[in-house]
């Protein structure tokens, strides 16, 4: 439990940082960190690596939605 709260507060610490530059729109560092450590702690429930999917293809599509996210335009 412990380790996992350094993880989140030290993503969640990136996010607000990251929001303050300008370099993301988050709306909610916190639970923009809980989003993206469910899907990397989730991959695991549904992965196969002989399945439709390549480890590459999870990893590209990953990076898409979490950066598309982050980078985006932000809404005026």
Same mark, same amino acid.
């Given at each position: 439990? =412990?380790?996992?709260?350094?993880?989140?507060?030290?993503?969640?610490?990136?996010?607000?940082?990251?929001?303050?530059?300008?370099?993301?729109?988050?709306?909610?560092?916190?639970?923009?960190?809980?989003?993206?450590?469910?899907?990397? =702690?989730?991959?695991? =429930?549904?992965?196969?690596?002989?399945?439709?999917?390549?480890?590459?293809?999870?990893?590209?599509?990953?990076?898409?939605?979490?950066?598309?996210?982050?980078?985006?335009?932000?809404?005026?």
């Amino acid at each position: 439990v =412990t380790l996992r709260r350094r993880y989140e507060r030290r993503l969640i610490d990136i996010l607000d940082q990251g929001e303050a530059a300008g370099l993301f729109r988050c709306g909610d560092a916190r639970v923009a960190a809980y989003g993206i450590l469910s899907m990397l =702690t989730g991959v695991c =429930t549904w992965f196969r690596p002989h399945g439709r999917l390549s480890k590459e293809q999870v990893i590209a599509i990953y990076s898409d939605q979490v950066l598309g996210g982050l980078l985006g335009p932000r809404e005026p």
